[in-house]
């Protein structure tokens, strides 16, 4: 999965009780390498569980991510919630960084192009979470900065696209993911996934194999009442 597992883990959290209000503290120790918003929280030296969700999905701070993975019973946790929806192929196994390996032939952290995209709809088009949480999180996927150049960049403009990305694993095994949700002309919303495993040359190339995917999927949206 990579990093697309943030949404979720940012749904998860909205749906907990009591948790967004909760100051999540940290150390020095706990910051990794990629955690944009937790290093500016540095000197505070906490956060609170909204904050969390929010940068986990729009910036995808990895601390952050780890910080609320650690309040909600961690990845067997994740995955125990991910089950409640019928989701039988998605599954989280260890936190940042260490779900990032993407071994061949792993199960571990991993999911289906599939099965993520039907996640998603469900938590933003069902009764699951609540009108105004719904909304909460499809303005992060809006506001979400990295990955413009994937399937954001097929799609046209005025679908006011957002979306979350995935980067992962070691030269050779590259893991490029993104996933778009969208609103196209007509009212109806739709959710795009598409995971490129074994991502052969630069992050680049692979990002514009992603945003040809998505301006596939537009062409064929436009021409057919699909």
């Not at 125990?80 to 571990?108: H, K, M």
Request: glycine content about 8%.
């Amino acid at each position: 999965m990579c990093s697309t597992f943030k949404f979720a883990l940012a749904a998860m959290t909205l749906e907990r009780d009591g948790l967004r209000e909760r100051k999540l503290p940290f150390a020095p120790d706990d910051i990794l390498s990629y955690a944009p918003y937790t290093k500016k929280r540095a000197e505070l030296g906490w956060m609170s569980a909204l904050e969390a969700a929010r940068r986990s999905v729009t910036l995808s701070d990895n601390t952050a991510a780890n910080l609320l993975l650690a309040e909600l019973g961690g990845p067997a946790g994740f995955t125990a919630w991910v089950r409640s929806f019928g989701d039988t192929e998605t599954r989280l196994d260890r936190n940042e960084p260490s779900l990032n390996e993407n071994a061949l032939g792993d199960p571990r952290d991993t999911t289906t192009a599939q099965a993520h995209a039907r996640l998603v709809a469900e938590l933003l088009e069902t009764g699951r979470l609540s009108v105004s949480d719904r909304k909460l999180l499809g303005d992060w996927l809006v506001e979400t900065s990295t990955g413009r150049a994937r399937l954001r960049t097929g799609l046209p403009e005025a679908w006011n696209a957002g979306n979350k990305t995935g980067t992962c694993g070691a030269k050779g095994r590259d893991e490029v993911n993104d996933i778009a949700v969208f609103t196209i002309p007509d009212g109806r919303r739709f959710v795009l996934a598409a995971y490129l495993d074994g991502a052969t040359g630069s992050t680049a190339d692979a990002e514009a194999v992603l945003a040809d995917v998505a301006r596939t999927v537009a062409a064929w949206l436009t021409q057919t009442d699909a």
